[in-house]
């Protein structure tokens, strides 16, 4: 290296986490998601569970509204952009599927939490989005989805006096 080379570029590619060949291994996690949705509304109407059968997509479809509206609304209003921050709707579409799944099978927040950490740990190591744009993005779409998802489980709770 020349005595005279600006150190900066050299210290930014020494602190480069990037991992260019897990680029495809990233596109797959919400596509592998909605399978695991698809699967389980493939056993719900084989086990006869018509509620869930007929919940489990309409939970979906407002789940994904939710967090694409949320991302609509950011840039419409660029409400993120005025804090240098990018809100992520690959994020906020991964928390909508989980707090699908959630809604109707609660025990699974284990794997749902280990999952979603992980996924936008991944996320803030490729470079794909900083930290905060995450926390972001969690405050306002993983928030709203979450509250969303409580309530439709108290719903269909309700509807079958309490149970499941």
Known sequence: MRSDAPLAPTLAAATDLRWPALDPFADLVNPALGLGLLVLLVLA?????????????????????????TA????????????????????AVHLAAWAT??????????????IAL?????????????????????ATAGLLVAATAVAIRRRWRASRGGTG
């Open 45 to 69: 109407i084989r086990a006869g569970r018509t509620r869930e059968a007929i919940g489990l997509p309409l939970t979906l479809l407002i789940m994904l509204v939710l967090a694409y509206g």
């Open 72 to 91: 609509h609304v950011d840039r419409v209003l660029g409400l993120a952009d005025r804090f240098d921050l990018n809100f992520s709707t690959h994020g």
């Open 101 to 114: 799944v959630l809604a109707w099978h609660p025990r699974a927040w284990p794997l749902a939490a280990g």
């Open 118 to 138: 992980a996924y936008h740990a991944f996320m803030v190591a490729q470079g794909y989005h900083s930290a905060a744009d995450l926390a972001v993005t969690v």
